[in-house]
């Protein structure tokens, strides 16, 4: 999640600085994330590999609730509601073989 936040606040920046700041920002967020385990165990005497795997559980529920956003109209499908990629970044992204829209 923290490299799809960064993702899409730096979409100015060029593709190669925009991939590391994602990188770091995903970096950041996991360590932040697994952070908050050391601190249960720290703090309250949690078992590291039972709140680790826990919190993987709610880190996959936060994402997919994001990605597949619950729908106004239950007769649709749900849809993805994503920010689009700009071109030049998709083209670093897939070592510069984009078919779509050259």
């Not at 730096?10 to 590391?20: E, K, N, Y």
């Not at 720290?42 to 993987?56: A, D, K, P, T």
């Not at 509601?81 to 998709?90: F, S």
Request: net charge neutral; aromatic share 6%; hydrophobic share 50%.
């Amino acid at each position: 999640m923290g490299a799809a936040i960064v993702g899409t606040h730096w979409t100015s920046a060029p593709p190669t600085v925009a991939l590391i700041a994602m990188a770091l920002g995903g970096m950041l967020g996991g360590g932040l994330w697994i952070m908050a385990c050391g601190a249960m165990k720290l703090y309250r005497g949690v078992n590291e590999v039972i709140s680790s795997l826990l919190m993987n559980y709610i880190a996959i529920a936060i994402l997919n609730h994001l990605v597949q956003w619950p729908d106004a109209r239950p007769q649709q499908p749900q849809q993805t509601l994503t920010y689009p990629i700009p071109d030049d970044n998709m083209r670093a992204i897939s070592g510069g073989l984009l078919c779509i829209g050259d």
